[in-house]
């Protein structure tokens, strides 16, 4: 249980995957799921449940509630930084984060049920709008990035236009109406959404407090399923194929059931759970797919991270860190560093939160960078941007003087035809 097999090992190389636990009392911690190895903390931040996302490659956001004031923040961190590079302010409190793919927008939801929609990395709140009567539990953003579903304490589930919310020239007057579904969904709160990628009828399944999953189709709120736990469910993972589930129990075990019956026997048999080997010491908080869906990734509330061969149902790894405290979410990056491989990822000494460089790729040192540089190259973009300020200005007085000339000249063109043309007509009456 100390390694992948080198198969797993190799295949989790090339996808470049990090996974990330945050932490209502500890920093937020970067595992590298090939060796084990911690990687990098990440200081300041005491996130609340599903408070942890990444913002697009260059940032990680995550939901901050101050232990002294109780006030709320997002925090912004680059890879390179262990501290916060950006300090958000928002209006109360937040948990549940979600960012656009390209993570120019990021969204979070409050105590008092709203819903707020934020520029990256400005931290504009472009909108706020009220979404639940009760505080707002998960976010989620639809597969084609369209719509923004949000889940609240108050079991419901609405699902917004994101181009609505982030609009300049949408009418504030009519946010209460940005809503396109609103519907009841569970008897007690909402923990969790997953979205079908494969679904061309836009299918989506929610975790409840109640002890239920539900699937929803998403486009009218038309309720399809529900599939009856012995615990609450706080999240829930589905295999690249989308046949099989895995759904995080409370009660520390991962369940298994059939997303897609394989014959007309299963479908009558109706579902059936089956619970993995082995369990945690706390509550599941989040499960995910990694290494193309050869291993699931399960982080709990006990600090205990494992991950699992999908096919042998077994774990392969336990990753355990004694700074980290309890685990509040736990989110997997794919795609950072070069395409050369990070089969091993170089770090400072783990838990050094004095800033510098976190992040050394084998073969890519694009990201063991400094504060010093960072600000370095931010000066120089700053003069790049008021040199191409300053081009554009010229070249826009040069093209209102040469409108101007011309004017002129269409002017004096003018006045010249007219001249002529009042000499031939006095000519002509002379010659008359």
Not at 164 to 179: A, F, G, P, R
Not at 185 to 190: C, F, G, P, R, T
Not at 237 to 258: H, Q, V
Request: proline fraction near 4%.
């Amino acid at each position: 249980m100390s390694s992948f097999s080198s198969s797993s090992a190799s295949s989790s190389s090339s996808l470049h995957e990090v996974i990330l636990t945050s932490s209502p009392e500890g920093p937020i911690t970067a595992y590298n799921p090939s060796s084990g190895a911690i990687l990098a903390h990440f200081s300041g931040s005491r996130s609340p449940r599903r408070g942890l996302a990444f913002a697009g490659k260059p940032f990680i956001a995550a939901s901050h509630i101050s232990p002294t004031t109780g006030s709320g923040s997002v925090h912004l961190y680059n890879l390179w930084s262990s501290t916060p590079l950006h300090n958000i302010p928002v209006p109360e409190p937040v948990a549940p984060l979600a960012t656009t793919a390209d993570g120019s927008y990021l969204f979070t939801g409050g105590l008092s049920g709203n819903v707020y929609a934020i520029s990256v990395p400005k931290g504009d709140i472009l909108r706020s709008f009220s979404a639940h009567d009760k505080p707002v539990s998960c976010l989620k953003i639809s597969p084609d990035g369209s719509l923004l579903i949000s889940g609240g304490d108050d079991g419901v589930i609405a699902t917004v236009p994101i181009f609505q919310l982030v609009d300049e020239h949408t009418d504030d007057k009519n946010l209460d109406d940005l809503m396109l579904q609103k519907f009841v969904a569970h008897n007690d709160s909402v923990t969790a959404i997953t979205c079908c990628m494969g679904s061309c009828n836009s299918i989506i399944i929610s975790c409840s407090m109640d002890c239920t999953c539900k699937f929803w189709r998403l486009l009218n709120g038309t309720h399809l399923s529900t599939v009856t736990f012995p615990c609450a469910i706080m999240g829930l993972a589905l295999d690249p194929t989308e046949t099989d589930f895995f759904a995080a129990g409370s009660d520390g075990l991962i369940y298994k059931g059939l997303l897609k019956y394989q014959s007309r026997q299963q479908m009558h048999k109706g579902q059936e759970l089956v619970t993995l080997a082995n369990r945690h010491d706390g509550v599941v908080v989040s499960v995910m797919m990694m290494n193309e869906g050869k291993n699931l990734v399960s982080a709990a509330e006990d600090g205990s991270v494992y991950i699992w061969e999908i096919e042998k149902r077994q774990v392969v790894m336990v990753l355990k860190n004694e700074l980290a405290g309890s685990i509040s979410e736990m989110v997997i990056a794919t795609g950072i560093g070069g395409s050369r491989g990070c089969g091993v990822v170089k770090t400072g000494k783990a838990g050094n939160d004095s800033g510098g460089g976190v992040f050394e790729m084998y073969g890519e040192k694009l990201l063991d960078l400094s504060i010093k540089n960072t600000i370095e190259l931010e000066n120089v973009m700053t003069v790049a941007e008021k040199d191409r300020s300053k081009a554009i200005d010229m070249l826009e007085s040069a093209i209102a003087m040469y409108e101007r000339l011309l004017e002129l000249i269409l002017k004096e063109a003018i006045a010249m035809a007219g001249t002529a043309a009042s000499n031939t007509i006095e000519k002509e009456k002379d010659g008359m």
